[in-house]
């Protein structure tokens, strides 16, 4: 209960920096089948080891801000390795935030530790999706 108190803080948090809004309307299934298909394609990439594959999922600004696939690539194996290689993965109940979409995602790293990864999706003008952030939690939450 603490862990899923933890995660909802950081919810909350994220909601008042702008990183989620507070008013959530409903994401249409065609959508989460999207960001979630999209999601699952960077994870693919990563366990592949294809940094190329895993940094053309990424948003322009991230690009930007890593410049290359490999730079892109050691920041995930250092900073998120549950994200680099999760033992298990459950997509949670996609939000729209009126800026992009939050998508949930519950991870187990190879020692049994949970997480929640918030992936923020932003949609392009030709209508495709980019993850646009990652954000980590340590918990567990109600899978849907």
Same mark, same amino acid.
């Given at each position: 209960m603490h862990q899923l108190f933890r995660v909802l803080v950081l919810w909350f948090g994220l909601a008042g920096a702008g990183f989620i809004a507070p008013a959530q309307a409903a994401v #249409?299934?065609? @959508?989460?089948?999207?960001?979630?298909?999209?999601?699952?394609?960077?994870?693919?990439?990563f366990a592949a080891d294809d940094a190329p594959r895993a940094f053309s999922y990424a948003a322009? #600004?991230?690009? @930007?801000?890593?410049?290359?696939?490999?730079?892109?690539m050691q920041m995930v194996r250092s900073s998120y390795p549950v994200v680099y290689r999760p033992a298990s993965v459950a997509f949670l109940t996609p939000k729209d935030d009126a800026g992009g979409i939050v998508q949930p995602v519950a991870m187990t790293d190879a020692e049994g530790g949970s997480w929640i990864a918030l992936y923020r999706l932003v949609q392009l003008p030709d209508k495709?999706?980019?993850?646009?952030?990652?954000?980590?939690?340590?918990?567990?939450?109600?899978?849907?």
């Open positions: #249409s299934a065609a @959508q989460a089948q999207e960001i979630q298909r999209l999601v699952r394609a960077q994870l693919d990439a322009a #600004s991230i690009q @930007q801000m890593f410049g290359t696939p490999e730079q892109f495709s999706w980019r993850i646009a952030g990652c954000v980590l939690a340590t918990g567990t939450a109600q899978r849907t």
